[in-house]
């Protein structure tokens, strides 16, 4: 079983930055996949980025593609969303996943991680 923690949501301005946090227990391996999805008020939750473990690949919506970066510190079981240049329209809850698995190319659907942290709130103002 693994648990997963976020933190580091906020209210910022847009064109602001900020990093968020996951921290992760249990038993993580090699092979892991994380990823970060979001969801906004009234709407479906939305992919964001992935990462495999290991650091090798990663994977971004269009949406924050150059603006946002997904890293992973493995020796200290902590992934992170680096978000530049926030704009109003990245308000949202935002959580991240675990997949046990290295699939290649990386999931892109939150049916393909099992498990969730509860969330952490980003609010960009304009």
């Known amino acids: 079983q693994v648990q997963l923690v976020e933190s580091g949501g906020g209210l910022v301005q847009a064109g602001d930055s900020l990093r968020l946090s996951c921290a992760a227990s249990?038993?993580?391996?090699?092979?892991?996949?994380m990823a970060w999805f979001r969801q906004a008020p009234g709407k479906e939750r939305e992919f964001v980025g992935a990462?495999?473990?290991?650091?090798?690949?990663?994977t971004y919506a269009d949406s924050v593609q150059g603006r946002f970066t997904v890293s992973i510190d493995s020796a200290r079981s902590m992934a992170y969303l680096q978000m530049d240049s926030l704009k109003p329209e990245d308000t949202a809850v935002y959580s991240c996943s675990a997949n046990p698995y290295r699939i290649i190319p990386l999931p892109r659907t939150s049916q393909r991680y099992a498990f969730w942290g509860k969330g952490t709130q980003v609010t960009v103002s304009s």
């Open positions: 990462i495999a473990w290991v650091g090798d690949t990663t």
């Open positions: 249990g038993r993580i391996t090699s092979t892991y996949t």
